[in-house]
């Protein structure tokens, strides 16, 4: 098992550097140039010729990739060419945002999204089956961006005044202000890597609420992340609901299964115990492939909610041509989703117990 | 079994801190925490000036010989100098009639000496401030908002109403409107709303939609070194070729209006001399026939799809004039290119035939037309036009207000002869509030300003711009969204009046010598900067200094580029070698 995940770990250094250079070459080869795409009309070519020298973008390309990998073999991800803020603090501000949202998008999508599957298939061709996969098929085919103003335009405008009423946009509510974690456990004094992720630990409001027991910040922070979360959890609920279903109905007609109703067991016991314990493997599958896609629905999710996660931060980030800010959070979401890939393939071995990993 | 029983206790506890929370009723957002570093009110005014000795910075030690001015500088002042505490000189190398206008702008706000020298390790002057304005910087939420606090030791008549201002950002119209439409504090006031949205918000009984006067230019530019534009005939047909009014009652919001001259008629001298081209199809085809110009070939047509203040609708606007040359015979292909390509390309000519604008920044001729054929102006136009150039290079300087105007005439007229391009429209945006929002503005040069805003009865003012404030040092800020936050909290020499474009006295009162190339300017006594120091003259002369120096050691901002003091005072100091 350690060899295996060993040699996994090693296979992602040539696959990491393999991304890191195709992004770095592609958005070098982008047209239009950083200058130009931050100051807009006003940029003239001596104020140009002086940002690009500021920021190194007049040196040769291979120059250029070759400062990059030596800055980010020392931990440096770069500056942003944007905010003139280090690429580091800009993730351990953006990314626990998108984090956050992703958790909270698989809590809605993954144990509704099985317990739908599950009663599809327990209740195969009922008009509960019919109903709940009609409705999957209609969650994997809308679209996040229509889902979320829709909902958005629902219980923000619609709802206004009404308790169900959810907020558009935004992580707290205008005027609140979430206690960092350093101040609250009087950790001001630490930095560095600690500090890094106390701060990172911080900017998951839901977290650093909970844990410092700040109840109104939680209790506003939570409802702000439902409509994102829905939006964001709608396709992969929809998708983990029909492979359960199917996955299920291929396991109940197994003959262990028969067995087992021979025995005299209840089905609810069959199902619950010997079914879809079984049936869970390729939905184990589709939650890490669906967690590791949730980077991708992000960037629309927290355009649509006005959430600073790194979805956004990557698309502002290209739009204005910062490359150290592509690169650094393209490096970061390349390695959460070979990790996920690994947490996937490892978790065979501990639900199935004859897959051995070599 | 026992994993589960084991994890049962915290998994309660997590699920009814979550209830509890949710159903814990609606938050109440914090109230505004007064900085306790802050002052105690100051007594403004006529404190005795000095009673301990002061020391005047001089900026350069040596001042510009203006006759021999160093390689490379091509700047219009000579020195700026702190006579005394209260008294700041700034000598020009050659008169400059909007001077006033130019100290007005965002960027010159005055800055603490001190407080910059203090927090110049670090760079954190890009993300704090310290400025005598109505606000106090309280906190930036990277991403998020940015949070000011009422400074209760302001020096100005009217005291900030909103104890709390917040800047939040949505890129999208569509998503602005949505957050103001939302209620309950999401916002109380938007920035840009889209044309078609303008009838929801007047529709909308809680709402209400403030007009922005146009102060913009949306034009059809020709390279005029590329073929077939390289023939001024060819332009002089084109230019009555476009029905510009089918475009203005078609595609901009109410307000705009059609373009007759490049400058807004607002701005004095910009609508001297005589109008554009009336419409005529025909006599437009004729002189394209006169010409001899080439029906048979298909010309190349470049737009950005980026909605801007001075460009509502591009694509429809691209697509009207591609229709338009059809009806004159001439088939156009339509290519678009992404903002940052779109801006470099055509700066440097690349583009024969494009849709650009502008937005004004101070109202003066030399911002619209020194810039686009002014001697600095980029290649976009293709060569540039001697007779243009000279003119408004006389223009800038000459102080004699009506001979100013006869230049500016002669200017408009060698524009219309020439048509390095064709004035589409002045376009017209729209700000929205709440409806019991009082005292809110739209001021025509973007510079709105949110202390005399009344937010009903709520004690938090929330408004949402476009995009992310890029950073609060502000000589070195070149964005809108930023200058907006940078004009609640710094305050320059000169302003303009709320929701005008009036130049006003702010910090300080000026006076030029005879020929215009020396300012006094007599500071405002007993202004506090926010931490409570005296503002003086030397924080005068730093604040220009750091901006007017490239090798300042404070000439180090968000972007360092700090490109709007070379488009208004003509050039750095020890200026970048490019």
């Known amino acids: ?358 | 079994m026992s994993r589960t029983r084991k994890w049962s206790p915290l998994a309660v506890f997590g699920v009814v801190a979550i209830v509890f929370s949710a159903c814990g009723g609606s938050a109440t957002p914090a109230p505004s925490s007064q900085t306790s570093a802050a002052p105690p009110p100051s007594v403004v005014a006529s404190a005795p000036a000095s009673v301990e000795p002061y020391t005047g910075l001089s900026y350069p030690a040596t001042a510009i010989d203006c006759a021999k001015k160093p390689a490379g500088y091509t700047g219009e002042f000579s020195s700026i100098k702190a006579v005394d505490r209260y008294t700041v000189e700034f000598d020009l190398c050659a008169p400059d009639v909007a001077f006033l206008s130019k100290l007005a702008f965002a960027t010159n706000g005055i800055q603490d000496a001190d407080w910059l020298a203090k927090h110049a390790p670090d760079k954190s002057y890009v993300k704090t401030t310290n400025g005598t304005g109505p606000y106090m910087f309280k906190e930036w939420v990277s991403g998020d908002h940015i949070t000011l606090t009422a400074n209760p030791n302001y020096w100005g008549a009217d005291k900030p109403i909103a104890q709390t201002l917040i800047f939040k950002w949505a890129d999208t119209a569509e998503k602005r409107l949505q957050d103001l439409q939302a209620g309950n504090g999401t916002a109380d006031g938007i920035d840009n709303v889209a044309p078609d949205d303008f009838d929801t918000v007047k529709n909308d009984p809680n709402l209400q939609l403030i007009n922005r006067d146009a102060f913009t230019i949306l034009y059809l530019g020709f390279n005029v070194d590329k073929a077939p534009w390289n023939n001024e005939k060819v332009r002089q047909a084109i230019a009555q070729g476009i029905d510009r009014k089918r475009i203005n009652d078609t595609f901009d919001p109410p307000g705009s209006e059609v373009a007759d001259y490049f400058t807004p008629c607002s701005v004095p001298g910009g609508c001297e001399g005589d109008k554009w081209y009336d419409y005529n199809k025909d006599a437009a085809i004729q002189m394209l026939k006169d010409a001899n110009f080439d029906f048979s070939k298909t010309y190349d047509l470049y737009f950005r799809p980026k909605v801007r203040g001075y460009f509502p609708n591009p694509p429809g606007v691209a697509q009207d004039i591609q229709a338009q040359f059809k009806d004159l015979g001439i088939t156009l292909k339509i290519h678009t290119e992404d903002n940052a390509t779109y801006l470099g390309n055509s700066s440097k000519g690349q583009y024969s035939l494009f849709l650009l604008g502008w937005g004004g920044d101070y109202p003066d001729m030399t911002d619209f037309v020194d810039y686009h054929f002014g001697t600095g102006a980029n290649g976009a136009f293709g060569k540039k036009f001697d007779d243009i150039t000279a003119l408004l290079t006389q223009g800038a300087s000459e102080l004699d207000a009506t001979k100013r105007l006869d230049i500016y005439k002669q200017a408009n007229n060698l524009i219309r002869q020439h048509v390095p391009m064709i004035p589409l429209n002045h376009a017209a945006s729209a700000v929205a509030y709440l409806k019991d929002v009082t005292g809110a503005q739209a001021s025509p040069l973007g510079n709105d300003v949110f202390w005399i805003v009344k937010p009903g009865d709520r004690t938090q003012l929330v408004f949402e711009q476009n995009a992310e404030t890029s950073g609060l040092y502000c000589g070195d800020e070149s964005d809108g969204d930023s200058l907006r936050n940078c004009e609640q909290i710094y305050d320059p020499l000169y302003t303009y009046a709320p929701g005008k474009t009036d130049v006003i006295p702010n910090l300080a009162s000026c006076q030029p010598n005879t020929d215009g190339t020396q300012w006094i300017c007599t500071l405002k006594q007993g202004v506090k900067f926010h931490d409570g120091a005296d503002l003086d003259a030397n924080d005068v002369v730093t604040s220009f200094a750091v901006q007017w120096d490239a090798k300042h050691p404070l000439h180090v901002g968000n972007l360092g580029t700090f490109d709007y003091f070379p488009a208004l005072f003509g050039g750095f100091l020890n200026p970048p070698a490019s």
């Not at chain 1, 992004?23 to 100051?39: K, M, Q, S």
């Open chain 1, 1 to 358: 098992m350690l060899r295996y995940i060993v040699r996994r770990i090693l296979l992602t250094i040539p696959v990491i550097f393999g991304i890191l250079t195709l992004v770095f070459f592609l958005g070098h080869v982008l047209p239009g140039d950083a200058c130009r795409a931050i100051l807009g009309e006003r940029a003239t070519d001596a104020v140009c010729a002086a940002y690009n020298h500021a920021h190194g973008l007049d040196q040769p390309i291979p120059v250029q990739f070759g400062n990059y990998l030596a800055a980010l073999s020392h931990g440096d991800l770069g500056t942003s060419t944007k905010s003139s803020q280090s690429v580091l603090d800009l993730l351990i501000q953006r990314l626990p945002v998108t984090i956050e949202l992703g958790l909270a998008a698989m809590l809605f999508a993954v144990p509704l999204g099985i317990v739908l599957g599950v009663v599809s298939a327990y209740k195969r061709n009922s008009i509960i089956d019919v109903v709940t996969m009609a409705g999957a098929n209609v969650g994997v085919s809308i679209p996040i961006f229509v889902l979320g103003l829709l909902l958005a335009f629902i219980f923000a405008i619609l709802l206004k005044g009404t308790p169900f009423a959810l907020p558009p946009s935004g992580r707290l509510s205008p005027g609140l202000t979430i206690v960092p974690l350093a101040t609250s456990w009087g950790l001001t004094d630490w930095t560095g890597i600690p500090r890094g992720i106390i701060e990172f630990l911080s900017n998951m409001y839901t977290f650093n609420a909970l844990v410092t027991g700040q109840w109104a910040i939680l209790g506003d922070a939570i409802r702000h992340l439902i409509l994102p979360a829905v939006a964001l959890g709608t396709i992969p609920l929809a998708i983990i609901a029909r492979i359960t279903r199917s996955s299920l109905l291929d396991v109940l007609g197994l003959d262990y299964v028969r067995t087992a109703r021979a025995k005299g067991l209840t089905e609810r016991n069959v199902v619950r115990r010997h079914a879809l314990p079984n049936a869970m493997l390729p939905v184990t599958t589709i939650i890490g492939l669906q967690l590791g896609s949730l980077f991708g629905g992000a960037v629309l999710t927290e355009g649509v909610f006005n959430l600073s996660g790194v979805g956004r931060a990557i698309f502002e980030a290209i739009s204005s041509r910062d490359f150290p800010t592509v690169q650094g959070f393209v490096l970061v979401i390349a390695i959460i989703y070979l990790t996920i890939n690994l947490v996937v393939d490892v978790s065979y071995a501990f639900l199935d117990p004859r897959v051995r990993l070599t």
